[in-house]
């Protein structure tokens, strides 16, 4: 039985590579399949794992929502580019090949602010 660590892991996890211990039924015991590393299962039981939970506060909630629905005002998924026009930090963006297969595609940018639209060809 080896008893090397190389990092700090959760029990469920080889400690030598990361990969997942299955329980051996006939050895009582832990083995990873990858480094072939083994562990009684009695030293497994000494260890003690805690968790943390952490919870959304009710302002990030309300963020979470501001932004869901400006997202749902636009054409498309969200990138940090000004807009001319109206100087907001992000535009929503749609990409389409209009032009032939060895050229790059055209992105079309949509303000959720101003609806100004430009486009680029990359």
Known sequence: M????????????????????????????????????EIDIEVMEELEVKYTIEFNTKSDYIEEQQLKSAQSKTDGPLVERKCPKCGNDTMSYASLQLRSADEGQTIFYTCPKCQYKETENS
């Open 2 to 37: 080896a008893s090397v660590s190389h990092f700090n892991c959760d029990v469920n996890f080889c400690p030598r590579c990361g990969a997942i211990l299955p329980t051996l039924g006939i050895h009582g015991g832990l083995a990873c399949v990858v480094c072939k590393f």
